[in-house]
Nanobody, 122 residues
């Protein structure tokens, strides 16, 4: 099983980025997919998640109204559109897959991908 995150980079405050998470080796439609982020020295925290069929989404309060998660099951890919970025969004973003309904809880995610670095400058 592989989850490949991409799309990170450096932007100025107020800018946008779109992250992608492409899966292989798993029955993609059977998994809820989440995005988490981690700053050095701190715990990995929940950012956003989307249900198997895409009908349910959940967001951390800190990103509501700025980030949008979506998925294309035909392409086995989940996207995270990030707008109005600010320096506090600087982190390594990782995607993960869970077969449980607990989409916001890190401990329920079974598969994790390598992260992609997002750097927002002021």
């Amino acid at each position: 099983v592989q989850l490949q995150a991409s799309g990170g980079g450096s932007v100025q405050a107020g800018g946008s980025l779109r992250l992608s998470c492409t899966a292989s080796g798993l029955h993609f439609n059977a998994y809820n997919i989440g995005w988490f982020r981690q700053v050095p020295g701190k715990e990995r925290v929940f950012v956003a998640a989307i249900s198997r069929g895409g009908g349910t989404t959940d967001y951390a309060d800190s990103v509501k109204g700025r980030f949008t998660i979506s998925r294309d099951n035909g392409k086995k890919t989940v996207y995270l559109q990030m707008n109005s970025l600010n320096p506090e969004d600087t982190a390594v973003f990782s995607c993960a897959a869970t077969a449980t309904p607990a989409m916001t809880a890190r401990r329920f995610y079974k598969y994790w991908g390598q992260g992609t670095l997002v750097t927002v400058s002021s």
